[in-house]
């Protein structure tokens, strides 16, 4: 990689996950049994967005706020933020279910005004 990032919208926490699952990556295919032991140790310390396979859910999936989180790459935090702001994204409660496009789509405006920002 080299020159400017190239998601101008990124936060420096988004930069530094894209980061780290690369080197995960190239771990993987060459120490597969560190690259294991690593990711246990990250889950461990509830950081399993580090190993999490590829999503199955699509956009209209009611999924919970913490899977939403894991999917967008964002904090549980966040997600809770975002229905605070917009109670009509919770699709479901107890527990509280969002449609996975409605917080795809909040990410990437956030991301986008972030963009313009600069």
Do not use: H, N
């Amino acid at each position: 990689m080299s020159g400017k990032w190239p998601f101008p919208g990124d936060l420096p926490v988004d930069r530094a996950r894209q980061v780290c699952l690369e080197y995960r990556r190239a771990l993987m295919q060459t120490d597969p049994d560190a690259c294991e032991k690593i990711d246990q140790a990250a889950a461990l310390v509830g950081e399993g967005w580090v190993s999490s396979e590829l999503a199955s859910e699509t956009e209209d999936d009611l999924v919970t706020v913490a899977r939403a989180a894991e999917l967008v790459g964002r904090s549980v935090r966040w997600v809770y933020k975002l229905t605070e702001q917009d109670p009509d994204l919770i699709a479901s409660r107890r527990p509280i279910r969002l449609r996975l496009g409605d917080v795809q789509d909040a990410a990437a405006w956030e991301r986008a005004r972030r963009a313009g920002r600069r």
